[in-house]
């Protein structure tokens, strides 16, 4: 099995900055990409930001520009830095693993518990 645990949502004001960390672990014999995505009450889970094995990134419109994502594999840790945030990037963070536990076997989805990031306006 494979756990994926979040770390550093919180509380900011409009403007201010979070880094979210996410670190698996586990049965791991590779991780290929990994993902932030989030979920705001009434809506559905969107796509945050995602990056390869190989360090290709992709984000949604909405936090480009003001988001990062980057990846430990040594520690097999993905972070999303947050900047100029805003109140409508209030939402639960979910971290997201593309897992493969052997080598012969096939990559899965793994998901994280949440982390709440909440901007006052």
């Known amino acids: 099995q494979v756990q994926l645990v979040e770390s550093g949502g919180g509380l900011v004001q409009d403007g201010g900055s979070l880094r979210l960390s996410c670190a698996a672990s586990g049965s791991i014999f590779r991780i290929n990409a990994m993902a932030w995505y989030r979920q705001a009450p009434g809506k559905q889970r969107e796509l945050v930001a995602g990056i390869t094995s190989g360090g290709s990134e992709n984000y949604a419109d909405s936090v480009k520009g003001r988001f990062t994502i980057s990846r430990d594999n040594a520690k097999n840790t993905v972070y999303l830095q947050m900047n100029s945030l805003k109140p409508e990037d209030t939402a639960v963070y979910y971290c997201?693993?593309?897992?493969?536990?052997?080598?012969?076997?096939?990559?899965?989805?793994?998901w994280g518990q949440g982390t709440q990031v909440t901007v006052s306006s």
């Open positions: 997201n693993g593309y897992v493969q536990s052997s080598w012969n076997w096939a990559a899965k989805d793994y």
